[in-house]
C-alpha cells in the first residue's frame, strides 16, 4: 500500500506571495492532519480534515488554511507568507487512531 | 501552560545498550501518547502508543512506560542499533485519539559503534 505523498517535496517562495502544498493520504484514510515542524517551535498541529470537514484546529492565525476533496486528498495554503513560515509542513493521515505521515514539503520564503 | 517536554535534548548511546529517552507532560487530562521517530528527511513514524489506562506497553525491542502520578513517559529501547539512531518525539491528546497531538520538543539519539 503506497504512503502518504506530498508534493512538492521544496519549494522557495518570496515574501507576501502565496503558496498551495498537496497531500495524498493513504487509499482508505478519511482523517488528513497537518503539521508545521521548524527549530524553535518543533511540531505544531496546524488543522485536521476527516470527510471533506475541518475537524480540529491548532492556534495558527487564518493566513493559514486547508481543504480537503472528496478523495480525501488535502490541499493546505498560506496566504501573505512571512519569513517565519519557512518550515518543513507535514501531513499525516490515519484510519482509526494511528497516524501516518509523509515526507513532508520543505518550504522556504526568502 | 499546557506542555510536552523531554528531559535531554541528545542522548549517546553504545550499540548494543539499552536506550531510555524520558519525557514529562504537564496536562493531566492527556489521555493518548504516543511516541514517533524521526530520521532526517523523513517524516515522523509511529513506534508505540500508550492509553492512560495502561502504565506499560511493549512491541518489538520496544516498551512504554507511563507514569500518571508524576505526569512521565518513557521509551526504552532494547540492544540499540546503528538504525535506531533518529529524533525521538513523544505526542500526547486528550480525547484517546491521534488528532490534533502536541509533540515535546525530541531527543536525538546517537548510537556509537
Known amino acids: 500500500k503506497a504512503g502518504v505523498t506530498q508534493t512538492p517535496r521544496y519549494l522557495i517562495k518570496t515574501r507576501g506571495q502565496q503558496v498551495t502544498l498537496s497531500c495524498s493520504p493513504i487509499s482508505g484514510h478519511r482523517s488528513v492532519s497537518w503539521y508545521q515542524q521548524t527549530p524553535g517551535q518543533g511540531l505544531q498541529f496546524l488543522f485536521e480534515?476527516?470527510?471533506?470537514?475541518?475537524?480540529n484546529k491548532g492556534n495558527f492565525p487564518g493566513r493559514f488554511s486547508g481543504r480537503q476533496f472528496s478523495n480525501s486528498r488535502s490541499e493546505m495554503n498560506v496566504s501573505t507568507l512571512e519569513l517565519g513560515d519557512s518550515a518543513l509542513y507535514l501531513c499525516?493521515?490515519?484510519?482509526?487512531?494511528?497516524?501516518?505521515f509523509g515526507p513532508g514539503t520543505r518550504l522556504t520564503v526568502t | 501552560g499546557e506542555s510536552v517536554g523531554l528531559h535531554l535534548p541528545t542522548l549517546s548511546v553504545q550499540e548494543g545498550d539499552n536506550s531510555i529517552i524520558n519525557c514529562a507532560y504537564s496536562n493531566s487530562a492527556s489521555d493518548y501518547f504516543i511516541w514517533y521517530k524521526q530520521e532526517s528527511g523523513k517524516g515522523p513514524q509511529f513506534i508505540i502508543d500508550i492509553r492512560s489506562n495502561m502504565d506499560k506497553r511493549q512491541g518489538q525491542r520496544v516498551t512504554v512506560l507511563l507514569n500518571k502520578t508524576v505526569k512521565h513517559l518513557s521509551l526504552q529501547i532494547a540492544a540499540t542499533q546503528p538504525g535506531d539512531s533518529a529524533v525521538y518525539f513523544c505526542a500526547e491528546n486528550r480525547d484517546g485519539t491521534a488528532s490534533k497531538l502536541t509533540f515535546g520538543t525530541g531527543t536525538r539519539l546517537q548510537v556509537t559503534l
Open positions: 499525516a493521515s490515519s484510519l482509526m487512531g494511528e497516524q501516518y
Open positions: 480534515y476527516f470527510s471533506e470537514t475541518q475537524r
